[in-house]
């Protein structure tokens, strides 16, 4: 990997997978591009100071340290390949290589930085078009919010703003609320040329962003502990593909979940049964739950298609029509979309609604009796793997939880679908 042209799946990793006539080339299926075109295993799957930018002090970058971690690398991965077909693998050596090779790959940055831009253009049309996220929900009339009242006695108070009254805060806040309910028209139009602003600089920001927490978690955790170990859980062979043409894709590698398969780095670890790597153009590593081996090989080409996100690999051309390359990756983006757009609606609806039970709690507007009497509205990326375990909790009934978690050391286990924008990214604390 020396150098600047850093490859985020490494060069000998690349090499099982090249076209068969000696030239060093593979075929790579890119999204946007008319047709597949063949790539030199020097340029496929590396970007320009990926990891890091050339030194200016005698400390290790982080393109020095995994460039030294791959020494150890390849010889687990050339043992892993000098397995025969139908022989079970050394789970810590097979789960150390698929640990390593999905959180250090493109598809993870790619991914969140889709989400975040999605989550942007949402919050844009709530702020300019309102109905379109929120439809018929409307803030209630005889009752104020308790999200909304605690927000705002929180900040009265910290400000002491009503210290110089004797009106309580509670009044306040239910006064407010009553004002910004009855004028919310005229100042909805008001706020959105500030938060318009906002959005824009957090646009501009936010690529910078997710690559610095990415680099930071690799710079202390090549090999995520917590992925490792689950993946060690897992009973794992050596499956043949008679095609010979494996595909590798983006995301390197995939796993099957509740809801099908896709990129191991997004799946849900609860539900996850069976996961695939390939190890050459005709030797799948497959890791189950159950020992189940059945039809890897036959499915396996194209779920790996349709779980790449931008991109994928293969030692064969085939006759892709221009509009599959078009829409490649369409099946991860369009669940961003939804996701996202459901999400906003859902954080929004939660906030006015104060859950079921709030039909029957109402308040009565405030009066003037109501005077000498002695969780603000936030968005919260929680990915990138929350709202993705949200959904899948409340279509089996269950509970949804509320906690966010680091996205880079946890990605697996709280998501935003199967795409987790974490709020550790924008400001460095994790989300509630």
């Not at 690398?73 to 390949?81: C, G, I, M, N, S």
């Not at 079970?88 to 150390?96: D, G, K, T, V």
């Not at 004797?166 to 910004?180: G, N």
């Not at 929004?348 to 109501?370: C, K, L, M, Y």
Request: net charge neutral.
């Amino acid at each position: 990997m020396a150098g600047r042209k850093q490859h985020f799946i490494p060069q000998h990793f690349l090499k099982e997978f090249v076209i068969p006539d000696g030239n060093d080339k593979l075929w790579m299926y890119r999204r946007g591009l008319p047709n597949p075109i063949p790539v030199s295993r020097g340029d496929a799957a590396a970007t320009r100071d990926f990891y890091s930018k050339p030194a200016t002090t005698d400390a290790p970058t982080l393109d020095d340290l995994i460039t030294e971690y791959e020494k150890k690398l390849k010889f687990h991965v050339a043992d892993a390949r000098a397995v025969p077909i139908g022989e079970l693998l050394p789970a810590h050596q097979i789960s150390e290589i698929v640990a390593h090779l999905t959180i250090r790959a493109a598809y993870l940055r790619e991914f969140i930085e889709a989400g975040a831009s999605e989550l942007v253009l949402s919050i844009d049309a709530l702020i300019h078009r309102p109905t379109e996220i929120l439809e018929s929900l409307e803030l209630p009339k005889h009752r104020v919010p308790s999200r909304f009242e605690a927000m705002a006695i929180e900040q009265l108070e910290q400000y002491l703003i009503s210290s110089p009254t004797s009106v309580t805060p509670r009044a306040i806040a239910r006064l407010l609320y009553h004002a910004i309910r009855e004028d919310c028209d005229l100042l909805q139009k008001a706020a959105s040329k500030e938060f318009a602003a906002l959005l824009e600089r957090f646009q501009g920001r936010f690529q910078t962003m997710i690559q610095s927490a990415h680099v930071q978690f690799l710079g202390k955790e090549l090999v995520p502990t917590l992925q490792k170990a689950i993946l060690e859980g897992l009973q794992w062979r050596v499956v043949e593909l008679p095609s010979k043409d494996a595909v590798l894709p983006d995301c390197v590698a995939i796993a099957e979940d509740a809801e099908g398969w896709g990129p191991y780095i997004l799946a849900e670890k609860e539900s996850m049964t069976r996961v695939v790597i390939p190890l050459t153009s005709s030797k799948l590593a497959v890791g189950s739950a159950a020992a189940d081996w059945k039809e890897v090989s036959e499915i396996y080409n194209q779920a790996a298609r349709e779980s790449c996100f931008t991109f994928y690999l293969c030692n064969r051309r085939e006759e892709v029509e221009e509009a599959h390359l078009a829409v490649l990756g369409g099946p991860a983006r369009a669940k961003i979309e939804g996701i996202t757009s459901s999400a906003l609606r859902g954080a929004v609806e939660e906030f006015v609604r104060d859950g079921s039970n709030a039909a029957q709690e109402e308040v009565q507007p405030v009066t003037w009796t109501d005077l000498p009497v002695g969780d603000g509205f936030f968005f919260v990326f929680g990915f990138l793997q929350g709202l993705r375990r949200r959904n899948v909790r409340e279509k089996r009934g269950r509970k949804p939880e509320r906690s966010g978690q680091n996205i880079w050391g946890q990605v697996p286990h709280s998501s935003l679908g199967r795409h987790h924008v974490c709020h550790r990214l924008c400001c460095g604390t994790t989300g509630t």
